[in-house]
């Protein structure tokens, strides 16, 4: 297994590094366009595998060259955002940059699956999607890993129990229209709504829409990295072990949740194929609400990158 992660910034560099801890790949490249800093960095990892009783190798590059026939590609290249910054405010810069790394990544590793980081995040899959022409079951947004990851860990702080009994799904486009979904959030089977009273709840699902702002403003010339690079590596930890792990994940949806051309989170089966089947939940009219909501403020900003793009 050779794997490619394009961007050596803080996503980039803990995407590589739980790769490697983890021995998901034979050899791993990380790539970046500042000379010395994918090297120096990949070194770094690479010396802390003999600690670590792992035999991956990683290796900094500023070329595609070295990353040709990568079995996955990663794309967490682009800027990071800054305190006052929503997802959308990064959509002209950041289009550019993956636009230019996906076709680049794409020459040389034409059976890649990609999996897209950058945000804002549902755009961007969209967009490697058009410019690589892959099939949709190939190029996979995170998202909705991340998203229920965030609105698991404040479930426990608020009752107090394991992040492992909570099991729960967030649906819809990553950012401020995200659809967390209540009826099919449980802790070790018992409703959530059980648990904790609706204001309470409400006010942690805000909170989770708003998880990456949070901590953008704690950080204020960086975001969040630890827990998205994790989300990411789960999703290659199902791709590489062929696990068909049931996950929310941004994909092409055509005619799915009556949603057409527009990429979106919903739960779907990841395994060596990557998006291997999406699955329809039986939603209820305030979700199917919701979730369109989310899916047409994505679209939006799809059809401008597109035109942004000259992409038709």
């Known amino acids: 297994m050779k794997i490619t992660v394009i961007g050596a910034g803080n996503v980039g560099a803990t995407v590589a590094q739980l790769l490697a801890n983890q021995e998901l790949a034979n050899e791993i490249y990380l790539v970046d366009v ?6 120096g960095k990949g070194l770094d990892m690479y010396q802390s595998m003999p600690i670590l009783s792992s035999d991956s190798k990683i290796f900094g590059t500023n070329s595609y060259e ?20 929503s997802r959308e405010d990064l959509l002209a810069k950041n289009a550019e940059i993956v636009s230019t790394c996906t076709k680049n990544a794409f020459e040389k590793s034409p059976n890649a699956i990609f999996i897209i980081v950058s945000n804002p995040l549902d ?4 967009l490697a ?13 995170m998202a909705g890993i991340l998203d229920t990851a ?15 009994d909570i099991q729960a799904l967030v649906l819809g486009g990553h950012g ?3 659809v967390p979904l209540k009826r099919f959030t449980t802790v070790s089977g018992i409703p959530i709504t059980d648990l904790i009273d609706d204001e309470k709840l409400d006010a942690i699902i805000k909170r989770t829409a708003a998880g990456g702002a949070e901590i953008v403003g704690y950080l204020k010339t960086g ?12 999703m290659v930890e199902a791709i590489v072990k062929d696990q068909k792990r049931v996950l929310p994940c941004s994909v092409l949806l055509e005619g799915e949740y009556g949603i057409e051309d527009t990429v979106v989170g919903v739960p779907v ?19 199917k609400a919701m979730l369109k909501k989310s899916s047409d403020f994505v679209h939006k900003n799809i059809v401008e990158c597109m035109e942004m793009m000259g992409i038709k």
């Open 123 to 126: 755009v961007m899959t969209y």
């Open 150 to 164: 965030r609105y698991r860990a404040f479930l426990s702080m608020e009752l107090g129990v394991s992040m492992q």
């Open 223 to 234: 975001s969040a990295y630890y827990a998205p690079a994790s989300a990411t590596v789960q």
């Open 269 to 287: 089966v990841l395994g060596k194929n990557g998006l291997e089947k999406i699955i329809e939940l039986k939603l209820n009219d305030e979700e």
């Open 176 to 178: 401020d229209t995200m």
């Open 129 to 141: 999607l058009k410019v690589t022409g892959l099939p949709k079951h190939k190029v996979i947004g």
């Open 34 to 39: 500042l000379e010395g800093i994918p090297q």
């Open 66 to 85: 070295e990353t040709a026939n990568s079995d996955l590609v990663i794309i967490t290249a682009g800027l990071a955002r800054k305190p006052g910054m």
